[in-house]
C-alpha cells in the first residue's frame, strides 16, 4: 500500500507519536544493547513523517490554485519545443497501444516513489549509518525546494486533453487525485518534478556510499521513473531538469555541512626514535 493514503495530520500525530517514543524510553533507564538504535531509528522516522505531514499540508493549500497553471503548461511545452527536446505526446503514444505496459506504468508512479525512498532511508540508516544524516538533509532540503517552486501552480500534461494527452491513470481506475480539488495529491504541481528528484537521489547516494558492484543497476530506477512520469502524462521533461538541477545545488551544499559534522581523526604525531632522538620516516 502507497504511504499516499497517509493524510497530513495523521502523519503528523504519527510523527508525535514516533519522535515521543524515541525521546522518552531512553528516560526508562531500560539498558539494552540495542535500545539506542532504536530510539534513533524512532526519532528519524518521527522526522520523516513530518516531512511528509508538510507535504501534505502545503499540496493542500495548492489544491485549488489554478490561476496561470495551464498557460505555464503550454509555455513548457513551448520552450521544450524551442529547445528540441522530443514530444511528450509521442513518448505516450508509442504505449497506449500496449494496455498491459501502461497499467505497469500506473503501477510504478503509484507504488515505487514513496515506497523506494522509504527502503533507501532504511537501508542507509542501517548500513551507512554515518552517512545517513547527509543523505536524510539532502532529501529535506531538496523536497522543500520543490514544494516552493510547487507552490507557483503548473497543470501536468494530462490535463491537456485538447493537445491529445490521456490520464493513463484515470484510465484504468488507477488515479490517486479523485475529482479535480480534491484527492490525495495536489494536481497543479507538475513543476517540478519530486518523483525525479528522488529517484536520482536514491541512485546517487546508492552509487557513492555501496560497496557492491551492483550498485549501478540502481540507475535504472531514475530511467524507468523518467520514461513512467512522462508516459503517464504526469510530468514534462522540463519538470525532471528542474528537480535535477535543484538536487544538483543542494548536494554540495549538504555534503559540506556533513564533512564539518563528522569528527575529524586525531592527527598522528611524528614517532621518535629512542636511541637516536631522531623521527623516523
Known sequence: MPLLVLQGPQAAVLACVLGGAGLLIPRFGWHRRWLPVVCAGLREAAVIFG???LWQFVGARALTRVDG??????????LENTLHFPSELSVQHAVLGHPEIVKAMNTFYLYVHINSIVIFL???????RDRYPWARNTLAITTGLCLLVQMLPVAPPRML??????DTANLYGQSIYGPFGSGLADQLSAMPSVHVAWAVLIAFFVIRVSPSPWRWLVLLDPVLTVLVVV?????????????VGILAAVLPLTASFDRWRRPRPPAEEPAYSTTLGTARV
Open 161 to 166: 486533453t485538447q493537445l491529445g494527452f490521456v
Open 51 to 53: 516531512l511528509f505531514a
Open 122 to 128: 532504511v537501508w542507509i540508516f542501517i548500513r551507512h
Open 69 to 78: 497553471a495551464f498557460q505555464r503548461a503550454h509555455s513548457i511545452l513551448s
Open 231 to 243: 508516459a503517464t502524462a504526469n510530468h514534462y521533461w522540463l519538470d525532471g531538469v528542474v528537480a
